[in-house]
């Protein structure tokens, strides 16, 4: 029998993204002599796109003494320091994969940053495969980023599957049209789209796992 697959978003859905970059911001500006006016500014770009470019707008703002390249090693270095990822959430892959589930990772971002965060957070270990934007400049909501993520996991869009996230248009209208059910991690929000919303809504991502885990269970006494 096929294994099922399913895909997650990383950046607050697997990991608090928000939460990491507001500490990390913190202690660069402290590091930096910065005041902490400057904490927004900074936050507020990493958090838009975090990139070598990004830290060679931010060395020229400063006038900072090293280059772009140290700033941009330094941050994913300390972002992996700080990323973190529940253990019911960790053990949730695990229980996922062990009731035959293929279990992937489809971000957008760097490719040196985020595979470094999913390293630190112990994901990496835990899913079948995880594919980056940046790795073949293809970024959610595009359907291909889905079907080279899928592929990473040894499987095809074309068998169907999952896509877990909390971004209402990269991640559940992206899954939608790349053929995917979708399960929203709202973090208690409101749907905030016209048009068609998510096959299902859950307020965290454990409680995303667990419903998967329902599926299946309730999918093998079906077909008994």
Same mark, same amino acid.
């Given at each position: 029998?096929?294994?099922?697959?399913?895909?997650?978003?990383?950046?607050?859905?697997?990991?608090?993204?928000?939460?990491?970059?507001?500490?990390?911001?913190?202690?660069?500006?402290?590091?930096?002599?910065?005041?902490?006016?400057?904490?927004?500014?900074?936050?507020d770009m990493v958090t838009e796109r975090a990139y070598p470019s990004t830290f060679e707008a931010i060395?020229?703002?400063?006038?900072?003494?090293?280059?772009?390249?140290?700033?941009?090693?330094?941050?994913?270095?300390?972002?992996?320091?700080?990323?973190?990822?529940?253990?019911?959430?960790?053990?949730?892959?695990?229980?996922?994969?062990?009731? *035959?589930? @293929? !279990?992937?990772?489809?971000?957008?971002?760097?490719? =040196?940053?985020?595979?470094?965060?999913? #390293? $630190? /957070?112990?994901?990496?270990?835990?899913?079948?495969?995880?594919?980056?934007?940046e790795e073949a400049e293809a970024r959610k909501p595009q359907r291909r980023h889905f079907a080279l993520?899928?592929?990473?996991?040894?499987?095809?869009?074309?068998?169907?599957?999952?896509?877990?996230?909390?971004?209402?248009?990269?991640?559940?209208?992206?899954?939608?049209?790349?053929?995917?059910?979708?399960?929203?991690?709202? *973090?208690? @929000? !409101?749907?905030?789209?016209?048009?068609?919303?998510? =096959?299902?809504?859950?307020?965290?991502? #454990? $409680? /995303?796992?667990?419903?998967?885990?329902?599926?299946?269970?309730?999918?093998?006494?079906?077909?008994?």
């Amino acid at each position: 029998m096929q294994r099922p697959l399913v895909l997650f978003d990383l950046d607050n859905t697997l990991v608090d993204r928000r939460g990491t970059l507001g500490d990390w911001a913190a202690q660069f500006t402290a590091g930096h002599g910065l005041g902490d006016e400057e904490r927004a500014y900074v936050l507020d770009m990493v958090t838009e796109r975090a990139y070598p470019s990004t830290f060679e707008a931010i060395r020229t703002r400063y006038r900072l003494p090293i280059s772009a390249a140290e700033l941009w090693h330094a941050y994913c270095t300390d972002i992996s320091a700080l990323v973190t990822c529940p253990a019911e959430v960790l053990d949730g892959l695990g229980e996922l994969r062990e009731a *035959g589930w @293929r !279990v992937g990772v489809a971000t957008n971002g760097a490719a =040196d940053i985020q595979r470094a965060k999913l #390293r $630190a /957070a112990g994901i990496f270990e835990r899913v079948d495969g995880a594919f980056v934007s940046e790795e073949a400049e293809a970024r959610k909501p595009q359907r291909r980023h889905f079907a080279l993520a899928a592929a990473r996991c040894g499987a095809v869009l074309g068998d169907g599957g999952w896509m877990v996230g909390d971004n209402p248009v990269n991640d559940i209208g992206g899954g939608r049209s790349a053929g995917l059910r979708t399960i929203w991690v709202s *973090g208690d @929000r !409101v749907w905030p789209l016209d048009g068609p919303g998510p =096959d299902h809504t859950v307020s965290h991502v #454990r $409680a /995303a796992i667990d419903l998967l885990l329902l599926h299946a269970a309730d999918h093998e006494r079906s077909t008994v």
